[in-house]
């Protein structure tokens, strides 16, 4: 790449101050909207049962094209945008039902409590970890709005007050790379609660073995990314990790972290606090000791201080993966509380709707205690040095996010929660989930890698700075098919690539 254009892609992406907290949260709004209009033509129309070509357009325009809009040609017009989303669920939901949802349905099998365990068959329900069409509709989204959003910064029709900041404030991209971390921790909760649920635990020197292994692939990947953006001379941000550093480093160190903290939860008996006390610890340090200074203004002189930017920051993520696991074990299990909490379907879901609700709201005040300047402490954001209020941010949004999605499912699938058979369920999740999100959610990590293969690809072929609205938009479309594409093939063929 030459010098001189090397130079105004690095300028492109460089000293960016970012934009309000308030119309990040519109552009992501697109998401919910989107699953809004879905569920509504899948509740009234069955338009996406059974799934051919034109299910999966429409799926692919609504989940996909809506955040593709959303961060380009609708960047300026976000309530517009979500109110073109939400207006036609209402009125598909008053059109005549059509499909299979005509034939009348058979009255509901009687819920069957813990009381009646021993009477239980092998067709009822009885995991303690169900399948949760919410969980992979947040999920999905977040990963096509982060596919989409690392190619589109690389385009003027890419505003610049969606790109990462510099050093303080908030914006798009910054949310997005701490909610791949959230929701990672989110999932990550599922292997604490299955020795749990089973009767059976691991030794910390089990867990770290594992966790340890499952990240060498992501050591090799971002090796493979050092040396190819070095050896090819591709435009990099130094200041967003360090000069060798990358965000593949930060993933693959996160489990094994993860596991030596989750020893502590014997003395500790809260995720949600450990991340907090280390998100506080972490700041304090910051703030009372010459670390914040040395991370923003020291010369990089050798290795280490080269890379201080993805070090130190790595205690943020590690906060921020901590939040997301504290998250997951309320959220996966069928009953998080079996011994005191709620028996039935119905019960299980307005607790967890509460318990969520609950949760949004205290990570709320806490991010507003923090940065406000009138009531708080005052602190701005920083994804640079992941900070406290980066971490609080981070964690209030997608614990919101979350939230959002568990509502428009119970809305408008109430049967996924209710349902007593094994066989039942199964059908009833797939119906209350999207082909296309589920795709991507299934394999996250692997279509995350590939959308980066071609966003260098792209880069290395095309003069993305000086291309207009019209061809921009068509490479993005392009880029998006491609990746949606392989993501739904993948799905199909019952494909899980584990990285």
């Known amino acids: 790449m030459a010098n001189s254009y090397k130079s105004l892609k690095e300028d492109f992406v460089s000293n960016l101050t970012g934009g309000d907290v308030s119309e990040i949260n519109w552009v992501t709004a697109v998401a919910p909207s989107a699953a809004i209009l879905w569920s509504t033509l899948q509740l009234r129309q069955s338009f996406f049962s059974p799934y051919g070509p034109t299910a999966f357009v429409a799926d692919f325009l609504l989940n996909c094209g809506s955040l593709l809009l959303a961060t380009t040609l609708y960047s300026s017009s976000l309530l517009v945008l979500n109110t073109l989303l939400v207006s036609p669920a209402v009125l598909v939901y008053f059109l005549p039902l059509s499909g299979p949802r005509n034939k009348k349905l058979k009255p509901p099998t009687i819920q069957i409590t813990n009381g009646d365990a021993n009477s239980r068959s092998?067709?009822?329900?009885?995991?303690?970890?169900?399948?949760?069409?919410?969980?992979?509709?947040?999920?999905?989204?977040?990963?096509v709005i982060t596919c989409v959003s690392i190619l589109a910064v690389d385009f003027k029709i890419f505003p610049r007050r969606f790109a990462k900041v510099e050093n303080w404030g908030t914006s798009l991209m910054d949310l997005g790379v701490g909610s791949f971390v959230f929701s990672a921790g989110l999932v990550a909760a599922r292997p604490l609660l299955q020795p749990a649920s089973g009767g059976t635990s691991e030794s910390l020197l089990r867990r770290v073995y594992k966790s340890t292994r499952h990240s060498v692939p992501l050591?090799?990947?971002?090796?493979?990314?050092?040396?190819?953006?070095k050896g090819l001379d591709y435009a990099?941000?130094?200041?967003e990790y360090g000069v060798h550093w990358n965000f593949f480093f930060t993933l693959a160190f996160l489990p094994p972290f993860a596991a030596i903290f989750n020893s502590a939860f014997q003395f500790i008996p809260s995720y949600a606090l450990l991340s907090i006390l280390l998100g506080v610890g972490y700041q304090f340090a910051l703030e009372f000791t010459n670390l914040k200074v040395y991370i923003l203004t020291a010369p990089r002189t050798d290795l280490f201080s080269q890379?201080?930017?993805?070090?130190?920051?790595?205690?943020?993520?590690l906060a921020i993966f901590l939040a997301g696991q504290a998250t997951g074990m309320y959220v996966l299990p069928r009953n998080?509380?079996?011994?005191?909490?709620?028996?039935?379907?119905?019960?299980?879901?307005?607790?967890?709707?509460?318990?969520?609700?609950?949760?949004?709201?205290?990570?709320?005040?806490?991010?507003?205690?923090?940065?406000?300047?009138?009531?708080?402490?005052?602190?701005?954001v920083s994804r640079r040095l992941a900070n406290l209020?980066?971490?609080?941010?981070?964690?209030?949004?997608?614990c919101c996010q979350i939230t959002l999605f568990c509502i428009i499912e119970t809305i408008f699938f109430p049967s996924v929660h209710r349902v007593t058979e094994k066989k039942v369920e199964m059908e009833k999740c797939k119906e209350a989930t999207s082909t296309v999100?589920?795709?991507?959610?299934?394999?996250?990590?692997?279509?995350?890698?590939?959308?980066?293969?071609?966003?260098?690809?792209?880069?290395l072929t095309l003069p993305t700075l000086s291309m207009g609205t019209l061809p921009a938009m068509g490479v993005l479309m392009a880029y998006t098919t491609v990746l949606t594409s392989v993501a739904v093939i993948l799905d199909a063929r019952n494909i899980s690539i584990k990285l």
Not at 123 to 140: C, E, M, N, Q, W
Not at 339 to 367: C, E, H, I, K, M
Not at 439 to 459: Q, S
């Open 122 to 143: 092998s067709d009822h329900v009885d995991k303690a970890l169900p399948i949760r069409p919410f969980v992979t509709s947040y999920r999905g989204g977040m990963m």
């Open 219 to 229: 050591l090799l990947l971002g090796l493979a990314r050092l040396y190819s953006v």
């Open 236 to 239: 990099e941000h130094v200041t």
């Open 307 to 317: 890379n201080r930017e993805g070090v130190f920051s790595f205690f943020g993520y």
């Open 336 to 380: 998080p509380y079996p011994a005191r909490g709620p028996t039935n379907g119905g019960q299980q879901r307005r607790y967890l709707l509460y318990t969520l609700s609950a949760w949004s709201g205290l990570w709320v005040l806490l991010f507003a205690a923090t940065t406000s300047y009138s009531y708080g402490l005052g602190f701005p």
């Open 389 to 398: 209020p980066y971490f609080l941010w981070v964690t209030a949004f997608n």
């Open 437 to 459: 999100l589920r795709a991507f959610n299934r394999n996250g990590l692997a279509i995350f890698l590939l959308a980066n293969l071609m966003t260098g690809l792209v880069n």
